[in-house]
């Protein structure tokens, strides 16, 4: 990193700057101007580091000059990060649609859709079993018996399935029912559960905050791996901007600057998204010109009928020409 | 509500939606234009209700018309909330200061600002006992040692002491050994979290957190109020925008905003607000101008060797005439 | 429009609504419930009827029902807006792709750059002759030589020509030369610039302010539409966010948006909507997918001696991939 | 400047680095790591040898040390800038008071508010003469007829008078008639209007564009200064966040910061600002907290005749409040 001093710092105060360098374990390289010095300090950069750099004496500004993760990034590992779920490979060249309602909402209902996004081309299933909303007073998801439905319509399709987990206290559970675990966006700093997540040995779909960068979206999932977990998929579903017309702006240049930076796979989340089922297939198209290892896709059976997330949600019917349309794609661009 | 209908929308698809509001208890008001019909819906609004409407054939769009708050709002309690912790009142027009370092550091350490603080006219202490960071790589707390220092500190000084709670096993031990339960920024829709906090009799500090609207704050704090606490406190700590130059933009219109539409009581943090302690001061003054109900300042004997937030403390020393010039603000708008 | 009268608001409040909308021509719904009475205006809404309703005694809030564009709608026109700018179509179903580098440098240079793109796949060029840029310290473009030699590389190659104009009293001489006339982001919403760009009998090429939503982007294609000239092409290039590893986020969603509420054309820049070329081609191929008309991609020869906007330019080579991967795309969503 | 050159750059490329910087006029420093090579240029950073620099090939990335403004930063010059209107002064400590209606609407009516605005506390006049709104069917301004009425206005009260200028074509007409020429924030980066305004002897009022950062607004303040015109006050108005319930987000960090980095004096329009009359007196009394040398506030004799922006307008009765409260606050802070 690259600490700035003040034009005509005196030299006590770059001297303080180098000792506190050295007492951390960093290399020094002065450049000494006529009217500012400069300082590179080469060495483990950690936040309390940059921070106690940035109050000392003389200081004007610290300048990060690598990344601040590690086991995510590129450098760290060049073959990009292959998943496997059942019989799936996710980040292998293959497009994975992983699809179904916002919510389950009964037995019947889940392992009929579940049929019919399989037939109509989903490679895996998805499916809330925990639905926590903004409003107290709205619809909170069926818990345990949700998972249970869960794992039966996987048995029943051959398709794997992922769920979201919100409460550290119920990561254990979840994992004897899934596939995948989720960590939803409004927790993705949610340092506590995803410290539980590095423990276990089941993949984790990593969401985007709504308003995370992609730098601690990367150090989110450095947190993970860092606790042990390397299989983490990352999730672009939309960051907030001052747009109203979309419940978020979908963030597509995420998905070139992901590969570039690391070696996880990325997919895409077209209906958190946007919020509006019409601009879904346009969207999820444009993810695979980008690059997306994978879709994620709200679709019920009567979305005017759906408990959460209607709005959003495609028919089959249109789920089925979605999915044509995007493999169509996807081969067009190998 | 106002439901929408799209021009022309034929008679069955108006039918439909006049149907399914009165199935939900809603009162029906219908307003027949030449070219668009539009339905007043009377009732209990839900996120449910509105999408399934948005679903509906022939219906353009949903408009809200009352808030989605009810018990955190001024037409369900025209006098504002004021909360007594110990013998300091929030929201009685008083001005409280909470100070303190970002995280406990030690005992010794701790007790020592404790005083500092309270020769310099704080009047309730804050301290991090539980410090997870956005690196994995960071510092992350003294956690229960934590929590006995800030109690032995609260007695020594006899000022009450605020910390944050992240995880909701924590909740019962943290309610032992505290005044008030701090929701950070990062948990502020940890549903979970503050569903727990609704079942204690402690009050709660509720941070706005980065990308959350004034109407998703509310909300929040109506979760925590209809789960059974009514005593929530709202810190506006800055929202995530497109400057850089300040850690977060710090949104001050949210203080009059707040007692205009609610009955709780504000306060203010300028230090995470803005991350740099030279901004401090002026941010904390102009809180004041706004209105607030307190500040929550951090303040480090040494900032240059904090082990968290170093650059946004201030010393004993700014913080004291903070304090003073404060005070004389808040006396001349009475 | 709606307008939501306060809780209990007394009769006299609400007639004196009623009245004001009369005089403007509005025909009235009135809802009466039993805590709140809700008035329906059905006419021609403006700025100004909203703004003083919004300040009448009584008035809660004002909510608008229709779009504030008429002219730009699809509700005023059906079918799509077929723009023929020489023997090219724009928004026929085919992709035009507009190439060149930012700044027009020097003519046997742009000769040379616009032979290279229309072997590469370029259907039309683009060049800056103004570029009035951030600093007062940059260049600042070759003005009126550059319009002569935009207008020499067209004959040359056969293909039309779009410049940026920011100076009202440089349109007349600009449309002489060129055959599409681009307004800046920055330009958005310079009313003066629009009005005057109405007036002429060439297309206007209008690209998105960096904090304009959707519906003022669309009003700004209002004023040049309703000031008689009908020939506007959207340019989706980015909206301003938080996160900083791109320049701007560059928002695909407009371009399904923007189908479906207009009949215009839409085209979108991945060059500007990123700032660094490594992203362009996925971006571009992303904008395909989500339905656009054409892309606007900038070329320099050696983007490392560009006088502009170089870490976005593609090399000719970088450019021709990106062009026959774009058509493969577009075919293979026919 | 910095330039973090890539992992393992190979030596041919860090000195093509050190060539470009030296024929730039820049001298050098090395420091050598094991990993990488990082270089110090030091001279004149434009934003082309940035982007030069950006496209080489071995280079990472390029890190700005020093600001890109010059001569509106306090290195060039230290003592606050004071501009003196009339008998008035800004910046030099006392409060500055800017009053009056949206637009001139008739001479009679702005003469009256301009009376009413002086008795009530009004250090100074505003009112708009030109008046393009975001819709083209919204009334656009008395134009030449309103500066006469401004003028006469002036003349009769005695208070120097600020209005808007859009169009380069203007401003030698308006500055005939106003003290203080006003840019507004769509136009802070109309480059060609900022470089005609550093032609005239008249002090400049430069409105923040609503997604500008503070660099780019100081940058613009730069363009006018470096074209020959040295009285320029800043105005903080708002800036576009993801918030709603505001029409902007007032962020009132940006008046210590531009007295920290500038030696330009700094106002404040809560009227814009906030949209809502109900949020203007706190944010003004904020901002007077925060520490900022004047105010700009829309008062209207009936806001709710107002033709433009009656919602956020004071009452004559409310301004005096304000004026009042923000006298006695101003007070107690010196």
Redesign the interface.
């Known amino acids: 990193m690259?600490i700035?001093m003040k034009?005509y710092a005196p030299k006590h105060e770059v001297e303080g700057v180098c000792d506190r360098l050295q007492e951390n374990g960093f290399?020094i390289?002065l450049?000494e101007?006529?009217e500012?010095t400069?300082v590179?300090g080469?060495g483990?950069r950690?936040?309390?580091i940059v921070?106690?750099l940035?109050?000392?004496?003389g200081v004007e500004?610290v300048?990060p000059?690598?990344q601040?993760f590690k086991l995510a990034s590129k450098?760290f590992k060049k073959e990009p990060t292959i998943i496997k779920v059942a019989s799936n490979f996710i980040g292998d060249g293959s497009l994975q649609i992983m699809a179904g309602p916002c919510a389950v909402e009964g037995r019947d209902k889940f392992i009929e859709i579940a049929k019919l996004v399989k037939d109509a081309g989903a490679t895996m299933l998805r499916g809330g079993a925990f639905k926590?909303?903004?409003?107290?007073?709205?619809?909170q998801g069926l818990e345990i018996e949700g998972l249970e439905i869960l794992k039966e319509a996987s048995q029943i399709t051959g398709l794997p399935v992922v769920t979201e987990v919100?409460?550290?206290?119920m990561i254990e559970v979840t994992a004897e029912y899934v596939d995948i675990l989720q960590v939803g966006a409004?927790?993705m700093?949610?340092?506590?559960l995803l410290?539980e997540l590095g423990k276990i040995n089941k993949p984790v779909l990593l969401k985007r905050?709504?308003?995370a960068?992609?730098?601690?979206w990367i150090?989110a999932a450095?947190?993970i791996i860092?606790?042990g977990n390397p299989e983490v998929i990352l999730c672009e579903r939309g960051?907030?901007?001052?747009?109203?017309?979309?419940r978020n702006?979908?963030?597509?240049?995420a998905?070139?600057?992901i590969k570039?930076l690391t070696h996880l796979p990325i997919i895409v989340d077209p209906s958190h998204?946007?919020g509006k089922?019409?601009?879904v297939k346009?969207?999820?198209?444009?993810?695979?010109?980008?690059?997306c290892d994978g879709l994620m896709v709200e679709v019920h059976q009567k979305?005017?009928?759906?408990?959460?997330?209607?709005?959003q949600?495609l028919t089959p019917e249109n789920f089925a020409d979605l999915a044509s349309?995007a493999n169509?794609?996807k081969?067009?661009?190998a």
Do not use: C
């Open positions: 690259i700035v034009r290399q390289h450049s101007g006529i500012r400069i590179g080469i483990e950690t936040n309390e921070d106690l940035l109050t000392m004496p500004n300048v000059i690598v601040p450098e926590p909303r903004t409003s107290p007073y709205s619809f919100m409460d550290p206290r409004r927790n700093q949610n340092f506590f410290r905050g709504p308003s960068t992609i730098e601690e150090m450095e947190y860092s606790s960051i907030r901007t001052f747009e109203t017309y979309t702006t979908l963030d597509l240049s998905v070139p600057l570039d998204g946007t089922w019409k601009l346009p969207m999820a198209l444009a993810a695979i010109g980008a690059g979305p005017s009928e759906a408990l959460s997330d209607g709005p949600s349309k169509a794609l081969n067009a661009l």
